[in-house]
């Protein structure tokens, strides 16, 4: 059984910081790479990181210097660094993988970014 549990969410003043955690069992991460999605109240869910096998890594434009996508092989765990946050970055934060065409989502995390 395949199971992602996202922590690290919390509120914090722009300008701070935050380190998200994605914590996988039942599926190996370093095989299907590793996805990090956010939504904001009224609005879809957008693609934030994302990180390969391999270890490549992408960002949305909007986070691209303020946010870092890694992974523990090891811990089978993801992690998202979030620098210099905005009040814009609000939302509720989620991991997601995939395997044989099926994806597989955390419960979500909620990040809060105060003015």
């Known amino acids: 059984q395949v199971q992602l549990v996202e922590s690290g969410g919390g509120l914090v003043q722009a300008g701070g910081s935050l380190r998200l955690s994605c914590a996988a069992s039942?599926?190996?991460?370093?095989?299907?790479?590793m996805n990090w999605y956010r939504q904001a109240p009224g609005n879809q869910r957008e693609l934030v990181a994302a990180?390969?096998?391999?270890?490549?890594?992408n960002y949305v434009d909007s986070v691209k210097g303020r946010f870092t996508i890694s992974g523990d092989f090891e811990k089978n765990t993801a992690y998202l660094q979030m620098h210099s946050l905005k009040p814009e970055d609000t939302g509720v934060y989620y991991c997601?993988?995939?395997?044989?065409?099926?994806?597989?989502w955390g419960q979500g995390t909620q990040v809060t970014v105060s003015s």
């Open positions: 997601q993988t995939s395997r044989n065409w099926k994806d597989y």
């Open positions: 039942g599926i190996q991460f370093s095989l299907n790479g």
């Open positions: 990180i390969t096998g391999g270890g490549t890594t």
